[in-house]
C-alpha cells in the first residue's frame, strides 16, 4: 500500500464518526444505557466505539433485550449488517408479517440506544458481539411446526433410554451433532433415524442433525419462548375485579404481619443458635414454626423476609443467652417496627422480600452433597433473584398466574428475557408466585395496587393502607368468653386485648379466648379489676356476659394477696397464715426464702425468678415497687444490634445528568483535539531536552494566547488529549482553562507527554 492510499474504513471507526455526529441528548442517553463505557471517562469517540464493541460489554448491554431486539439482530447478521451496511427497507421485507414497520422502528432505536446498531435507516451497521449474544443459533433450521409443549414434554418422557441419550447431550452442548446415522440409507430402527423420525432432531445432511430449539427448551425445562416470535404473547384475559384482588391482598398482608410478629416474640424470647456453617438449624426452624403456628416452608420465609428487613440479625443478644456463641435474634429496630402502622410494616417487609439476593423456597431442599439447605444460609443466596423476581411480577401485572400453571407466566418473562430462559423453571417461577402471595403483593394469580406501586416506585405504604379494613375500635365479647375482633383493631385496643385474652384464631375476623392465665396476665402487667371491666364495658358492642364479670372478679380477689419484691427480692402478704403456707412449701428451699416478720420474707434470687417460681407453685404473687404499685415484668425479649448494612454491587452506576454533560463536553473536546492540525508540537520523552521543549512551547502559547492540543497522564494512569487555553505555566505546574469543563484546570507539567500549538 502507497503512503498516499487511505486505511480501510472500519467498523471503530465508521462507529466513532456515527457517535461524533449524533446529538448530545443522545450521546448522553446511550452512555446512561450503558454506564460500564464511561469507567474510565473515554477520552475521544474511538476509544467509546472501542469500548462498545467489546464482548462482555456488548453481552451485559444485551441481557435486557427481548426476543424481538434479538430477532432483528438476527436479521442484520444474515443481511451482512455485520461487514457492510443494510437499508431498513430490506429488513423490513425480511420479517414482513412478525412485526409492525412503527415496532420495527422502535426495536432499532433501542439497539441504536444501546449502540449494538448504528448509522441510518440506508446504512444499518451491526457490532459484531451482539450475533454472539443471540440466545440461540443465528443461521440455525427453521423449526418445524411440531407438538405443544406439554406434548413435547410427554414425548420426551416416554423415550428409550438411547433416545433420550442423544438428546439430552445435545442439549447440554451444542445442538449441532455429527453422526453417520443421518443418512436417509440408515436403517429405520436406529436411534438418530427414529428421532428424525418423530421430528426431535432435524436433518442438515447425510452426517450432521440439528436439536430444535424448541426440544432443547424442554430438556433443559427453560421457559419456552419462539425465536421467530417478534411480537409478545397474548395475554389471557382475567375477570377477576381489581377490588376483589386487593381485599385478598389486604388480608394476606395482615396474616403475614401477625406470624412475623409471633416469630419476633418467639426468637426474643429464646434467640436460636447459629449453626457453625452458618443459617438456622432445621430443629430451630420447625421449633419456631411450631411455636407460631406455621409449616416449616412459611417459617422460613418468614426468618428470611425479616433478615432481609434487618429485623432479625446474628450476634451475642442482650440479656446474654448461655454460651458465647452467636445467636439469631430480634435486632435493636424491632421495637420501633412494631410500633408503626400495619401499612408502613408491610412496606418494609414487603420491600425487603422484593430486593432479596436470596431464593427463600430454596430452604428444606436438598444441595449436592443430600443435606437440606437451611434457612439464612449462604446456599441460598442467589445474585440474580432480586432481578427475576421484580421481571415476574412485571410480567404478573399482565398476564395473570393461574395456580400451579404457570406456562403462560414462564413464556411471557422468557420472551422478555431470552437470555434469562434458563432460570424461570417451573419450580422456581410457581414458588415465586406463592411467595409473592403470602407477601400480599399478588392475590387470585394478580399483581395487586399495592405490589404495583411498590414494583414500579409508588407509594405502597398509601396504596396498602388504602386497601386494608379501616380498624375498628370496638369488639363482640360472648358468653363462652370468646372475644369477636370484626377487624383489625385500632392500635391501642389491640394491645389491651392480646394482655387479657390469647388468639385462638386469626383471619379478617380474629377470634380472642379469656381465661384465668390470660386474665391474671392483665392483672401482672399493673392493670386492675376495675381497668378490665371498664375496659369490656366501654368496648363491647355486646352486653358483657355475667360469667367474664366473675371471672375477673375471682382471678383479682387471689391475686397480688402475695407480693414480692427486691431485697435481692421479698415476699409479703396482708395474711400471716398465707405467708406461712408458702414458707412451708418446696418453692420455699429452693428460693431460700427467710421471713423476717409473720408477713415478710427474704430472697437472694432475683424479683422475676421468684414471681416465676412461685406461679408455678400455684400461687398467684404480684410483683411491686419500693412504693407498693405493681410492676410490669413481663420479658422483654432478647435483641441483637443491627448489623451494619453491606453494600450490594448492582452492576455499574448510572452516570448523573452533570456527570453526563461533562462527559459528553469531554469526549467532543477529544475529538477537536485529534482533528487538530498543529504548527508546531513537542513531545516529553523524560529528558531534560524533551522537558524544555515542552516548556518552551507551552511558554510561546502563553504569551501568545495561542490553543494548544495537550496529552496528558492523569493520576489514576488514564491518558488523554484536549485542547485547552494556557493561562500562566511555572512552579512544575500549567494553569489552563479546559472548554470541556469550562473551568481553568491545573496540569502537573511531568504528566505532560505532548504539546502542539494548533490555528
Known amino acids: 500500500m502507497s503512503p498516499t492510499t487511505p486505511a480501510p474504513d472500519t467498523a471503530s471507526d465508521s462507529l466513532a464518526r456515527w457517535l461524533a455526529d449524533r446529538r448530545d441528548t443522545d450521546l448522553a442517553a446511550s452512555l446512561r444505557a450503558r454506564p460500564d463505557l464511561v469507567v474510565p471517562p473515554p477520552a475521544n469517540m474511538t476509544v467509546l466505539a472501542n469500548r462498545a464493541q467489546q464482548r462482555a460489554s456488548v453481552f451485559r448491554a444485551a441481557d435486557d433485550l427481548d426476543t424481538a431486539a434479538f430477532g432483528i439482530i438476527e436479521v442484520l447478521s444474515r443481511l451482512g449488517a455485520v461487514a457492510s451496511p443494510v437499508t431498513r427497507a430490506a429488513v423490513l421485507d425480511e420479517v414482513s408479517g412478525r412485526i409492525t414497520a412503527r415496532n420495527l422502528d422502535r426495536t432499532l432505536a433501542t439497539l441504536r440506544s444501546l449502540l449494538l ?93 440439528e436439536l430444535p430449539h ?114 439469631w435474634a430480634p435486632t435493636t429496630a424491632t421495637d420501633s417496627w412494631l410500633a408503626a402502622s400495619p401499612a408502613y410494616r408491610w412496606a418494609v417487609l414487603a420491600g425487603a422480600w422484593l430486593d432479596l439476593p436470596r431464593r427463600p423456597w430454596l430452604i428444606g431442599r436438598r444441595d449436592q452433597n443430600d443435606k437440606p439447605v437451611a434457612a439464612l444460609s449462604d446456599e441460598v443466596k442467589s445474585p440474580t433473584a432480586a432481578r427475576d423476581r421484580r421481571l415476574l411480577l412485571d410480567v404478573l401485572s399482565e398476564i395473570p398466574a393461574a395456580g400451579s400453571d404457570v406456562s403462560d407466566l414462564r413464556a411471557a418473562a422468557a420472551w422478555r428475557r431470552p437470555r434469562w430462559a434458563g432460570r424461570f423453571d417451573t419450580a422456581g417461577v410457581v414458588e415465586t408466585v406463592r411467595e409473592a402471595t403470602a407477601l400480599g403483593l399478588v392475590a387470585h394469580g394478580v399483581l395487586a395496587s399495592p405490589g404495583k406501586a411498590l414494583l414500579h416506585g409508588g407509594d405502597a405504604e398509601a396504596e396498602m393502607s388504602a386497601v386494608l379494613p379501616e380498624p375498628v375500635d370496638h369488639v363482640l365479647v360472648q358468653a363462652d368468653l370468646t372475644v369477636v375482633a370484626p377487624g383489625p383493631l385500632v392500635p ?61 372478679d375471682d382471678v383479682a380477689r387471689r391475686h397480688g394477696r402475695l407480693r414480692a419484691g427486691v431485697a435481692s427480692s421479698f415476699v409479703r402478704a396482708d395474711d400471716p397464715a398465707l405467708l406461712a403456707e408458702v414458707l412451708s412449701a418446696p418453692v420455699a428451699a429452693n428460693l431460700a426464702l427467710h421471713a423476717v416478720a409473720p408477713t415478710v420474707a427474704v430472697s437472694q434470687a432475683p424479683l422475676a425468678e421468684v414471681l416465676t417460681e412461685l406461679r408455678a407453685a400455684g400461687f398467684a404473687p404480684a410483683g411491686e415497687d419500693a412504693s407498693g404499685a405493681i410492676v410490669d415484668l413481663r420479658p422483654r425479649g432478647a435483641r441483637v444490634a443491627m448489623p451494619r448494612a453491606r453494600a450490594r454491587y448492582a452492576g455499574p452506576t448510572a452516570p448523573s445528568d452533570e456527570q453526563l454533560d461533562t462527559l459528553v463536553r469531554t469526549l467532543r473536546a477529544g475529538n477537536r483535539a485529534e482533528a487538530a492540525t498543529p504548527t508546531a508540537s513537542a513531545r516529553g520523552d523524560g529528558s531534560r531536552s524533551g522537558g524544555a521543549a515542552t516548556l518552551a512551547l507551552l511558554q510561546l502559547a502563553v504569551h501568545g494566547k495561542r490553543s494548544i492540543t495537550l496529552g496528558y497522564v492523569d493520576a489514576q494512569g488514564v491518558a488523554t488529549r484536549r485542547i485547552v487555553d494556557p493561562i500562566s505555566v511555572g512552579g512544575g505546574r500549567l494553569e489552563a482553562f479546559d472548554p470541556a469543563t469550562e473551568s481553568v484546570r491545573s496540569f502537573v507539567l511531568h504528566r505532560v507527554t505532548s504539546v502542539a500549538l494548533i490555528d
Not at 178 to 201: K, M
Not at 303 to 326: F, H, Q, W
Open 214 to 327: 424448541r426440544v432443547g427448551q424442554a430438556l433443559r425445562d427453560e421457559a419456552p419462548f419462539d425465536p421467530a416470535a417478534l411480537t409478545p404473547p397474548r395475554a389471557p384475559k382475567t375477570n377477576r375485579p381489581a377490588s376483589d384482588v386487593n381485599a385478598t391482598a389486604a388480608g394476606a398482608a395482615l396474616e403475614l404481619l401477625r406470624h412475623c410478629e409471633d416469630v419476633l416474640e418467639a426468637l426474643g424470647a429464646q434467640p436460636a443458635p447459629v449453626l457453625k456453617a452458618g443459617g438456622l438449624g432445621v430443629r430451630e426452624l420447625h421449633r419456631l414454626g411450631k411455636e407460631v403456628g406455621l409449616d416449616d416452608q412459611e417459617t422460613a420465609l418468614a426468618v428470611e423476609v425479616l433478615a432481609g428487613a434487618g429485623l432479625i440479625a446474628r450476634g451475642l443478644p442482650d440479656p446474654p443467652t448461655p454460651g458465647d456463641d452467636d445467636h
Open 492 to 552: 391501642e385496643l389491640a394491645e389491651r386485648i392480646a394482655l387479657v385474652a390469647d388468639i385462638e384464631s386469626a383471619g379478617a375476623a380474629t377470634v380472642y379466648r379469656i381465661g384465668d392465665a390470660s386474665v391474671r396476665r392483665a392483672l401482672d402487667a399493673g392493670l386492675g379489676a376495675s381497668d378490665l371491666h371498664h375496659l369490656f364495658a366501654t368496648h363491647s358492642r355486646t352486653p358483657v356476659p355475667q360469667s367474664l364479670t366473675y371471672l375477673i
Open 117 to 209: 446498531v448504528w448509522g441510518t435507516n440506508d446504512e444499518l451497521r451491526l457490532v459484531a458481539a451482539a450475533v454472539d449474544a443471540v440466545p440461540w443459533r443465528v443461521g440455525r433450521s427453521r423449526d418445524i411446526e411440531g407438538p405443544t409443549r406439554r406434548e413435547l414434554d410427554d414425548m420426551l418422557a416416554s423415550l428409550p433410554p438411547e433416545q433420550r441419550s442423544i438428546l439430552d447431550t445435545l442439549a447440554r452442548t451444542s445442538p449441532i451433532g455429527r453422526t453417520r446415522d443421518a443418512a436417509p440409507e440408515t436403517p429405520a430402527d436406529r436411534p438418530v433415524r427414529q428421532l428424525i423420525s418423530a421430528g426431535l432432531l432435524i436433518r442438515l445432511d447425510d452426517e450432521t442433525v
